[in-house]
């Protein structure tokens, strides 16, 4: 035996029926048998998932955590710093002065000279590709 | 016909034989000297990368025994100039006088000045004419590129002397022409061997002489001995001027006056030089030197035997 009340038994039950459908169920309720046990057997089962034991996953809860955590963090790239503009003048002027002084140095040390390393001819014959410092040398042989 | 005729007609015979002999003999080459046939130099700048070998230039020097060249390589950092001087003797040997000079930017002073590293050297080498000469300009190195340069001397068919009796001209095939110029190469002939005589002379008198065969630029003594003392001269033949209606040399010489043994030299003069004409005088005084009127006469000629153009 079915009611077409049932179905609706429920929603009422978790409060999900206007005020005025949840009225017309309850007074249908106080008079229909089939609602009645339908309605004991709702509360019954809620009762048994209620009771049942439940222990969660430790380490899926902490890859869930892990997951929800990275997704708020902002990339390391994509991190910005924020610096006051004089700050950050100094920090420019301090690179540059240090790069200058250390060419500088290199270029007037005293007794220094700069050797000529790898050199291109314009065009043709590259010349330096055979220099390697070597002295002059003369000979015969037979053919 | 009487005896007199005879003796005038065999007179006549020979007088006219030994005139026409004359006549046909050559008036610019010696039966000797037409049978010498010409030498050629080949030069080849060769790479030498990973076992590879790359023609870079070659050229042809073709020529009269005793035919000079120079090879220069002109690079941007990189400068090298070889000389050399060869002698084809009788016995087949070539003796080649080189002169190797180079010149490599090193870098820069604090000054900002270019500083160079030179090199000279002036090595001789004699080699038959199934041998080569190898020239490094850069050394052996060790890396796998190397730049070498490879002459073959070797002799011609090609005599001397033209039918006609004139000296062949010399000649430089380029067969492959370097990238850029940087190899070049030059050849000239001059007379290598001089006869050079020198007199002393006391207030115009002749009082001592000596002489040397002279080989160009290779100094040579001469020892003037007279009654009262002796003079050695170092002489040497710096150069060969192209000069007409005749031809010249420059000359350099040290004098130092020795004992009667030739030993215990003092200089009485040191780097004196001079340009002299073939064949000519050139004196110099000495009396500043001496109490009396002292000089010294040279005269320089080019030797029997030699190729002159």
């Not at chain 1, 955590?69 to 902002?74: F, H, I, V």
């Not at chain 2, 037409?34 to 023609?55: N, Y």
């Not at chain 2, 003797?89 to 604090?110: C, E, F, H, M």
């Not at chain 2, 110029?181 to 002749?206: F, Q, T, W």
Request: glycine share 6%; with cysteine.
């Amino acid at each position: 035996m079915s009611c077409n009340f049932t179905e609706k038994l429920s929603p009422m039950m978790d409060g999900e029926l206007e005020r005025e459908e949840a009225e017309q169920v309850k007074l249908h309720l106080s008079s229909c048998l089939i609602c009645q046990q339908a309605q004991l057997d709702f509360l019954n089962l809620r009762e048994q998932i209620k009771s049942h034991p439940y222990e969660p996953d430790a380490s899926a809860q902490r890859q869930a955590i892990k997951r929800i955590l990275r997704s708020e963090q902002t990339p390391f790239w994509q991190r910005k710093i924020t610096l006051p503009v004089p700050v950050f003048s100094l920090m420019m002027l301090a690179l540059f002065a240090f790069v200058a002084w250390s060419v500088y140095s290199r270029v007037t040390r005293p007794g220094a000279t700069v050797p000529v390393g790898n050199y291109a001819y314009q065009d043709g014959l590259d010349l330096s590709r055979f220099d390697k410092g070597g002295r002059a040398v003369i000979y015969t042989t037979k053919r | 016909m009487n005896t007199r005729a005879k003796l005038i007609l065999i007179l006549l015979a020979l007088v006219s034989s030994m005139m026409s002999g004359s006549r046909l003999r050559s008036t610019k080459a010696s039966p000797v000297a037409s049978d010498l046939k010409r030498m050629q130099f080949q030069i080849a700048t060769i790479r030498e990368h990973a076992g590879e070998r790359t023609i870079i230039s070659s050229s042809v020097i073709e020529g009269p025994p005793g035919t000079d060249f120079d090879i220069d390589i002109q690079g941007e950092r990189f400068k090298m100039n070889a000389k050399f001087l060869t002698d084809f003797d009788q016995s087949n040997v070539l003796a080649i006088r080189a002169k190797l000079q180079t010149r490599r930017l090193y870098g820069y002073s604090p000054q900002g000045l270019p500083l160079y590293e030179e090199d000279e050297q002036s090595p001789a080498l004699r080699l038959g004419l199934d041998e080569d000469i190898i020239l490094l300009p850069f050394g052996r190195g060790s890396g796998e590129d190397r730049l070498k340069i490879e002459i073959t001397p070797a002799m011609t068919e090609e005599p001397v002397y033209s039918p006609s009796g004139e000296l062949r001209p010399l000649t430089i095939n380029i067969l492959k022409i370097s990238p850029d110029g940087i190899v070049n190469i030059r050849a000239s002939k001059i007379p290598h061997h001089y006869e050079a005589e020198a007199r002393l002379l006391e207030d115009g008198r002749e009082i001592a002489r000596a002489s040397a065969n002279l080989l160009f630029e290779e100094a040579q003594e001469l020892l003037l001995r007279s009654d009262t003392q002796a003079i050695a001269v170092k002489l040497k033949i710096n150069e060969f001027i192209r000069s007409r209606p005749s031809d010249q040399v420059a000359i350099n010489f040290d004098i130092h006056r020795a004992d009667k043994s030739g030993n215990t030299r003092e200089p009485v003069g040191l780097n004196w030089s001079g340009v002299a004409r073939l064949g000519a005088d050139i004196n110099y005084d000495l009396s500043e030197r001496y109490a009396k009127k002292y000089e010294l006469r040279f005269n320089i000629k080019i030797a029997k035997g030699e190729i002159v153009d």
